[in-house]
């Protein structure tokens, strides 16, 4: 073989193993249901990283917004009729049809947000477990409170809430054991109106902290000038003033794992709440940024011990999925 061949062959290789050929081969064809906008705090988690991935040239993403319960299974089965390889959602409202929707096509991977458990062989669950930070978070607030009063307001009370609150408030209550708390359910996943106005009520009987579970919390914080924490995505760019941190969820862990099993062909039904635990690096809580000059030196010092402890172990956040119930007056 002359030098000219052998020097061809040679890059001919090197492009076939490079990441932009790679990127070039087949995409994994994934589509999402969501019923709500795009910019909801939890539906934003698993849209950034589809999208990230889609980026990447790992996948052709699909995704459809604001889709009602009642057309929730249609849109499911479209997109596996489509020939749809993966398809995520959330199927906490919709749990029986969605189920139903998996059994009918076997050969499709679903990764469904979800109060209930897998579903052989082809349908996973996941959430944003994210009490970890959640209960940092709450340190921070139980620190911060000059009236002992914090707000609390929420979506639903179903689990996947519950245990952020609970863990919010174990937190609060180590820093400061006689904090009292005022929790309201709004029941709407997406109403910033709405949880404004609950909000509003519980500043108005003292509360000075606001824990902001839903869009439009932190808003009636900086009205009034309180402080809030944020969940799931940090607004402190949008609130300097007012968010002192907030507990972040990062989907990415999980969308990655299920794109990597689907393409492999060994997708199969289990339980991905673990990937978004600060182990795998699921959840973190935000940089104090604006606020790290405003909060205590020893009150920081406490909530890096206690995530420090998380991480390596020794510490474990109770999870406790029951609905809190607390008021003050």
Do not use: C
Not at 78 to 88: D, K, R, S
Not at 135 to 143: D, H, I, P, R, S
Request: aromatic letters at 10%; a positive charge.
């Amino acid at each position: 073989m002359n030098v000219r061949r052998q020097l061809l062959l040679a890059v001919a290789s090197a492009v076939a193993l490079s990441p932009a050929a790679f990127a070039e081969g087949p995409k994994l064809k994934v589509a999402a249901v969501y019923t709500v906008p795009f910019e909801q705090q939890w539906v934003s988690r698993i849209h950034i990283a589809l999208k990230a991935a889609e980026a990447r040239g790992e996948i052709e993403y699909k995704a459809s917004e604001n889709v009602a319960n009642a057309d929730y299974e249609r849109v499911m089965r479209e997109y596996a009729t489509q020939g749809n390889q993966l398809i995520l959602g959330e199927a906490f409202a919709v749990e029986a049809a969605a189920r139903k929707v998996a059994k009918d096509f076997p050969k499709v991977s679903f990764l469904m947000g979800s109060s209930g458990k897998p579903q052989a062989p082809n349908f996973s669950v996941f959430d944003n477990f994210i009490q970890e930070p959640s209960y940092l978070a709450g340190m921070l607030a139980g620190g911060m409170t000059k009236t002992g009063k914090i707000g609390m307001v929420g979506g639903f009370p179903i689990p996947e809430v519950n245990r952020l609150m609970h863990a919010f408030m174990a937190g609060a209550k180590e820093i400061n054991p006689k904090v009292q708390f005022s929790i309201t359910f709004i029941n709407s996943w997406f109403d910033p109106p709405k949880a404004k106005e609950a909000a509003f009520a519980m500043i108005d009987k003292g509360a000075d902290v606001m824990y902001a579970e839903r869009f439009g919390v932190s808003d009636a914080a900086k009205e009034r000038g309180k402080l809030a924490v944020g969940n799931v995505i940090n607004t402190q760019d949008k609130y300097p003033d007012t968010v002192v941190a907030s507990a972040l969820w990062h989907m990415e862990p999980s969308v990655e794992r299920a794109i990597k099993l689907a393409k492999e062909g060994k997708f199969a039904a289990e339980d991905y709440g673990v990937y978004s635990t600060m182990k795998h690096k699921g959840a973190s809580l935000a940089p104090l940024g604006t606020f790290d000059a405003k909060v205590p030196a020893d009150l920081k010092a406490k909530v890096a011990a206690k995530e420090k402890a998380i991480q390596a172990g020794s510490f474990s956040v109770k999870v406790d999925d029951s609905q809190p119930k607390a008021a003050f007056n």
